[in-house]
Structures are given as structure tokens and as C-alpha cells.
Antibody, heavy 121, light 109 residues
């Protein structure tokens, strides 16, 4: 079955970097793009952007440019989210999700379990 | 505007029907999808497209759209349906690929 498995929780100091992984199984990795979604404590879901797994081309939502980088290693069916110069406000749960485009509908049919990132001195 | 607006909270008596709505200009062009999120869990897709349920989602969940408003209806709400619900669709403004609603907390009384 389709599965996205993310790396475990991380605790970082302000100014450090973090790299979250999302490993896919159960389907051909390059057939579906990967999105990243942030959920701050007690808040809703916020779309960060997506990366084409066939071309490696990333697209970032407003507010997620500069310090955020999406990348891939297709040899191990894994997508990565790297955040540099971490700030306290980056403390959140980060999800990866596969998207399906079907006519006038685009939806996330499979999600990773989420990776908690805590930024604290 | 690329925003999707949801009521922050809705309640329903056990076994009754509840409708959760989502408003936004993008819904005039694209279908909404709906996600259920329970505490400590990842979101789960419950409705996509015109009114489609992924395998394993109970038939009491249905979706519809009218104009700029999408609705998720739960017919005969169960205690297990208590969760946060988020709508989501492609962004017709082109600013983003997709946009999420702010979420609705459903309480089953």
C-alpha cells in the first residue's frame, strides 16, 4: 500500500538547520509530486509548496522562500525539506503529502505521519 | 482572493446530520477536497472531486458544491467523527498551487 514515512522529531537551537525526510513506498515515486504542509502548535494546515518528483523542480508558497529548500533523492524514493537559520516560530509539525491531479480536483491522497520540529535555546 | 473560509467550530448531536461549509472564489473553478484530522494524527482524505470517497471512508460522508461554497455533510454523525475538518482546493488566482481553509472543529454531543 502507499506509504509516506517521515523522519523523527528534532530539537534544534535558533540559527541551526534541520532536514526532514519523507520516504515513499508502494508506488512509483516519480509518478506523483510531493507537497509539504506546516502545522504550528494549535493551528491549522498551511501549504508550504511542492516539488515535482519527475523533474525535481520545486515551487514555494509565499512565506516559504529563502530559508526553505525542497529536494529529492529518487534513488531511495525520498523527498527532503531543509530549513535553515531556524527561528522559534518554525516550531511546528511538518507533513509531506502526495498529490493527485484529477480533472478539476487536486487532492492529497496520502500523508506522512508528520515530523515535529522544535526550535528552542 | 485565494482564501478559503470555514466556520471555526460546529457541533452536532449524535446520530444527526451536520454540514461543514467552505467558501472561496477558487471553488467556482475547482472542486474542494476534505480532510479529517484527529488529535495527534495526520490528516486523512475523506472527500475529493465532485463527491468521491477514498476506500475505507464511511458512506455517511458526502460532498457538494454550489457557487463559491463547498460542503461536507455527515449524515448520522458518530462519536468517532469528532475531529478537525479542513477544506482544500487548487488556487484559481494562480498565486499558489493549492490553498487550505482554516479548519472546522466538529464536536459530537
Amino acid at each position: 500500500q502507499v506509504q509516506l514515512v517521515q523522519s523523527g522529531s528534532d530539537l534544534k537551537k535558533p540559527g541551526a538547520s534541520v532536514k526532514v525526510s519523507c520516504t515513499a513506498s508502494g508506488y512509483t515515486f516519480t509518478d506523483y509530486a510531493i507537497n509539504w504542509v506546516r502545522q504550528a502548535p494549535g493551528q491549522g494546515l498551511e501549504w508550504m509548496g511542492w516539488i515535482s518528483t519527475s523533474t525535481g523542480n520545486p515551487t514555494y508558497a509565499r512565506g516559504f522562500t529563502g530559508r526553505f529548500v525542497f529536494s529529492l533523492d529518487t534513488s531511495v524514493s525520498t523527498a527532503y525539506l531543509q530549513i535553515s537559520s531556524l527561528k522559534a516560530e518554525d516550531t511546528a509539525l511538518y507533513y509531506c503529502a502526495r498529490h493527485v491531479l484529477l480533472g478539476a480536483s487536486l487532492f492529497f491522497d496520502s500523508w506522512g505521519q508528520g515530523t515535529p520540529v522544535t526550535v528552542s535555546s | 482572493s485565494s482564501e478559503l473560509t470555514q466556520d471555526p467550530a460546529v457541533s452536532v448531536a449524535l446520530g444527526q446530520t451536520v454540514r461543514i461549509t467552505c467558501q472561496g472564489d477558487s471553488l467556482r473553478t475547482y472542486y474542494a477536497s476534505w480532510y479529517q484530522q484527529k488529535p495527534g494524527q495526520a490528516p486523512v482524505l475523506v472527500i475529493y472531486g465532485e463527491n468521491n470517497r477514498p476506500s475505507g471512508i464511511p458512506g455517511r460522508f458526502s460532498g457538494s458544491t454550489s457557487g463559491n461554497t463547498a460542503s461536507l455533510t455527515i449524515t448520522g454523525a458518530q462519536a468517532d467523527d469528532e475531529a478537525d475538518y479542513y477544506c482544500h482546493c487548487r488556487d484559481a488566482s494562480g498565486h499558489h498551487l493549492v490553498v487550505f481553509g482554516g479548519g472546522t472543529k466538529l464536536t459530537v454531543l
